[in-house]
C-alpha cells in the first residue's frame, strides 16, 4: 500500500472536484445571466487556465510520490546489487555515472568515484535508491510515465486515450513560461472540454496506483 501516495491523490483529487464545481457554478450563472460584464467573462478564462495547472500538479505529484515510496520500499529491505532486478540495477548505475559526469572533477577523483561503483557490483553491497533517480520533473505526460514504469518493470494498464495528459502538459507549459496569459490559454475549451480531462486523468492515475502497489505487494523489484 503506497500510503503517502494514496493520500497525496485524495488530497489533490479533493482540491480538483472542489474547484471544478466553482468552475461550474460561475459558468452556469454567466449563462443564465442577462448581462455579463468584462471581468466577469475575463475571471472565468483564468480559472479555466488555473484548473490546468491543478491537473498537472495532481499527475506529477502522485507519480513522483509512487516512485519515491517504492525507493522507500527497496531501500527498507537493504538489498544486494545482485538481487535487484536488471532494471533497477541499470537505473542505479546509469544515475551514479551520470551524477559523476555532472560533477567535472579532477580526473582522479572521477576515477575513485567510478571504482566505488563497481566495488559496489563486485562485492555486492546493499543499493540504496534515491529519489533524484528519476528524471522528467516538469514534463509528465502519459507516454512519459509509462515509459519510465516500463524502465523500473512496472506493468501498467493505465491508458490515456484521449491524449488529455499531453494537453495538460503542453498548456501547462505555454503558462509557466510566458508563451501564453492565463485569460488566453484555455480560452477556447468548454467546461465539458475541461470535465472530460479531468475525468480521464484521475482515472490514469488511479490505474498507475494500483499498477506500482502490485509492483510493491509482489516484490517485482527483486530478481525472481
Known sequence: MLINTNKIFIDRKSEIEFYFNQLLSLDEKQKHATKTTINEKRSLKIMKSNFILMLYNLVEAVFVSGIQEIYSYINAESIPYSNLTKKLQHIWINAKFTSICKQNNKPDTQLKSFLSIVNSITTNKNIKMKDNMLD??????????????????????????????????????????????FSDCMRDYSIADLNSMQIDTINFIKQIILDMESFCNSKSYKQQ
Not at 509509462?146 to 494537453?167: F, T
Open 136 to 181: 522528467g520533473s516538469g514534463n509528465f505526460n502519459s507516454d512519459l510515465i509509462k515509459k519510465i514504469c516500463i524502465h523500473h518493470g512496472i506493468y501498467s494498464r493505465a491508458e490515456d486515450k484521449n491524449n488529455q495528459l499531453e494537453k495538460i502538459r503542453l498548456n501547462k507549459n505555454k503558462l509557466a513560461h510566458g508563451e501564453e496569459s
